[in-house]
């Protein structure tokens, strides 16, 4: 499966008015994004994130729960207090998808910040791919793109949405700046361009299910699903390993941190131990932004024991 089998094209049925809903929508958004001043902008998603919490209170349970598994030293005003925070991020997280897509890129570039990239030449220079290994964060779109804004585009791992007009407007979002998208299941075409010394940006922090998985710490969970893609992705193609973050600071802008490379350490033959090596590196990932990490999902979800899932939920 290559890239351009996954590149929607444009076609006079995307105008049908069974889209209409979806090009007015971002339409509104792209719009509104870039009349509205920047603080402005912040303040209205926020309000968008806490007024949804009282139509969300099965969400609201979910962060609720990750966070008590998490951080069983937490009381449970200071879960409380990072759930409301994480809602209201949740909502802002709708505007930065408009920033992230609609935004010229002069005006982008303004609100980032880089430290350690120096790296990333470094690697380039010697033919040598990287994994960088980034999590849900609820801003994840503003810091895909932040890459190329800078020259340092890669290749994300891409889920085609079911509404063909909004992957269309969605792919166009993501492959600015020079940044492309392979397939979620080619994964031929992600060891293909590690070993030619580009980049591939990979989300390793979620419960994907017991497929290709291993159970190992993450936060207080001593049993935590945990995916073995960046092994499958590693061994084959010898290539450096990084976490990094791109959370947004008090101030308003985003800060894109990359870690020293892992993969002079990483055990690549064996996935529980580089699992759990990778876990610890993207606890301090999220630990730089606690409540801008998606605690909305069901991250420990899944069990050892393929009958008691869901089980921590109940």
């Not at 580009?198 to 710490?217: A, C, I, M, Q, T």
């Not at 699992?275 to 990490?293: F, H, M, T, Y």
Request: net charge positive; aromatic share 14%.
């Amino acid at each position: 499966m290559s890239n351009k089998r996954i590149k929607p094209a444009f076609s006079i049925a995307l105008l049908y008015p069974k889209y209409w809903s979806v090009w007015l929508g971002f339409g509104l958004l792209a719009f509104f994004v870039n009349i509205l001043p920047y603080r402005l902008l912040l303040s209205f998603g926020r309000a968008i994130g806490k007024f949804g919490m009282r139509f969300g209170q099965k969400r609201v349970r979910i962060a609720t729960r990750n966070l008590e598994l998490a951080f069983p030293e937490k009381n449970q005003d200071e879960i409380n207090a990072i759930v409301v925070e994480n809602f209201k991020n949740t909502g802002l997280a709708l505007i930065e998808t408009g920033i992230a897509w609609f935004w010229p890129t002069w005006r982008f570039k303004r609100l980032m910040t880089y430290q350690n990239m120096e790296q990333l030449d470094t690697f380039e220079q010697e033919g040598k791919g990287v994994l960088v290994c980034f999590v849900h964060a609820l801003n994840l779109e503003i810091s895909a793109r932040a890459f190329g804004v800078v020259g340092k585009h890669g290749h994300g791992v891409y889920r085609p949405h079911s509404n063909p007009a909004y992957d269309f407007i969605q792919y166009r979002g993501r492959t600015q700046n020079g940044n492309t998208v392979i397939d979620r299941r080619n994964l031929k075409e992600m060891i293909r361009v590690l070993r030619k010394g580009e980049r591939l940006f990979y989300l390793p922090d979620h419960d994907y299910g017991h497929n290709k998985s291993v159970f190992v710490p993450f936060f207080a969970v001593k049993e935590a699903c945990t995916t073995t893609g960046p092994s499958i992705l590693a061994y084959p193609s010898h290539c450096a390993i990084i976490t990094g973050s791109g959370f947004r600071n008090a101030s308003g802008t985003y800060e894109i941190i990359l870690d020293d490379s892992m993969h002079e350490i990483y055990p690549k033959k064996d996935m529980t131990a580089a699992a759990a090596l990778l876990n610890k590196s993207l606890e301090k990932v999220i630990l730089r932004g606690l409540d801008q990490w998606m605690w909305l999902h069901k991250r420990f979800k899944s069990m050892p024991d393929h009958s008691k899932t869901n089980e921590r939920y109940l």
